[in-house]
């Protein structure tokens, strides 16, 4: 039976980093969560039941809220907080639904195009401030851009790829944002180069300093210095809707992406591999296939290594949905599955991990779906005694050591990206090694380069021999 919504199923969500340099509470019950499967929420409309926002795109703040973006026409918005439950109205000023969201190293939101008429874009582009919650203009993109693709490079700036323009055609501009100076309110925008493939190309920045793009109509690396693309093998057909994601690696980063799911109206498939941009003559490498065919489902990387996938279909935008979560070990290369959510989360849906280590799921434009309401995933690393952090700084440059201390010390440390979700990716999440060495009572870590952990607010884990992480620390780097 479906579980019925509910506004009291508030106090037992997870507790959430808050702010800088405060340690989050760790989950209230850990009783609760099954060991084997995880536990999902009740669903919850944290803005009222006749709320039409919907969580199309999700960005989690350095403030620990999450910002939930979605519904056309006009676009609307809140900013959740995941401790109180509460939430505050944010509408955007204009359509930005379908837009591409980052943050910046001072941890405002960048947000870029968005919808106009039938299959087009605008060019607006905006900082959203986390603190004020205000809505802050920028210089317009060159041409307007529908499903674009924005990229934090190790310099802070900013590069933004594709998108239908005002016509319904494919922006072929290359554009670099450059953010305002410290305290300011007005970046500027420059076209550097031309673009080579479609919508919503997912994006990394390597270690190289260079950009990793996979999609459907190849794989390409962008030198940010000559703004040049080389275009390598295409990856397996993956149709449209297919989960991506930066795989973790070594303290020197990660340099593989894994593709995996995706369909079209005929149905979606199993297919799952990576690329390796340290390598990229070698091509695409099949790896373990889904449990079963999946679109539109949301990957998810967690302290532990693990990736999450929440929701999907079988076909189509919402047809056949799978509500359980799965969960992928890259080192095993195996899929496990997990507990089931309540609500279908197909099309337009997203999720984010949260400070305290849970995720939040949201989103589901279509009838029957998920809509207006969330969820919340306690995966089954949650179900252990968690290690913590007693103190660590707040702020740290990039190839920076810093002590952490904790009763914890022969635990790992790492680095989480905090989410910018959307349709079916978070190019933004990325899971950090860091290199480190320990004595009784406290961690010495090493923060990487820039290249690997590009300027701005980092979530801190301790990661125990068992997997279980503890909560996050808010951490600035750069």
Request: charged letters at 15%; hydrophobic letters at 35%; a positive charge.
């Amino acid at each position: 039976m479906r579980i019925r919504r509910s506004l009291s199923l508030l106090a037992s969500l997870s507790a959430a980093a808050v702010t800088m340099g405060v340690l989050a509470p760790s989950p209230s019950s850990s009783a609760a969560i099954d060991p084997n499967v995880g536990s999902w929420s009740a669903p919850f409309t944290p803005d009222g039941p006749t709320s039409r926002v919907i969580g199309v795109h999700q960005i989690l703040m350095h403030t620990g809220k999450v910002l939930v973006i979605g519904s056309l026409r006009p676009t609307v918005a809140y900013v959740y907080d995941p401790i109180t439950g509460k939430s505050v109205n944010a509408n955007p000023p204009v359509d930005i639904e379908c837009g591409a969201m980052v943050a910046l190293a001072d941890g405002r939101i960048l947000v870029v195009g968005g919808h106009g008429k039938g299959p087009t874009g605008i060019s607006n582009v905006f900082l959203f401030d986390p603190i004020t919650l205000e809505w802050i203009e920028q210089p317009a993109t060159n041409g307007a851009r529908y499903y674009p693709t924005t990229t934090l490079l190790a310099d802070g700036r900013v590069v933004i790829t594709a998108g239908f323009d005002h016509m319904g055609d494919d922006n072929t501009n290359v554009d670099v944002y450059t953010p305002p100076a410290p305290g300011g309110r007005l970046g500027s925008i420059k076209t550097v180069g031309q673009h080579l493939g479609g919508l919503y190309p997912r994006q990394w920045l390597m270690p190289s300093g260079n950009v990793l793009e996979t999609q459907r109509r190849g794989s390409y690396i962008l030198n940010t210095k000559t703004w040049e693309w080389t275009e390598y093998d295409r990856p397996g057909k993956h149709f449209s809707g297919e989960s991506a994601i930066l795989l973790p690696g070594p303290p020197s980063g990660s340099t593989t992406a894994m593709v995996f799911g995706g369909g079209s109206n005929a149905g979606a498939t199993t297919l799952s591999e990576t690329f390796n941009a340290a390598t990229p003559t070698a091509g695409w490498t099949r790896v373990a296939p889904l449990p079963e065919p999946r679109v539109h489902m949301q990957a998810v990387p967690t302290p532990n290594g693990s990736i999450i996938g929440i929701g999907g279909n079988q076909k189509g935008s919402f047809e056949q949905p799978v509500y359980e979560a799965l969960s992928y070990d890259p080192k095993a290369n195996t899929w496990t599955t997990l507990a089931a959510q309540s609500e279908r989360r197909g099309y337009h849906s997203a999720a984010v991990l949260l400070p305290g280590g849970r995720i939040l799921s949201a989103g589901d434009t279509g009838a029957g779906g998920g809509g207006n309401t969330m969820e919340t995933f306690s995966p089954p690393y949650l179900s252990g005694t968690r290690p913590t952090i007693t103190s660590s700084p707040s702020r740290v440059a990039n190839g920076a050591s810093f002590t952490i201390s904790t009763p914890n010390s022969k635990s790992r440390a790492v680095l989480m990206a905090p989410g910018a979700a959307t349709h079916t990716v978070d190019m933004s999440a990325r899971h950090i090694e860091l290199r480190r060495t320990a004595v009784a009572g406290r961690i010495t870590a090493t923060v990487p380069s820039a290249t690997v952990a590009a300027p701005g607010y980092y979530m801190l884990f301790l990661v125990n021999g068992a997997g279980t992480p503890s909560s996050a620390r808010w951490i600035h780097i750069g």
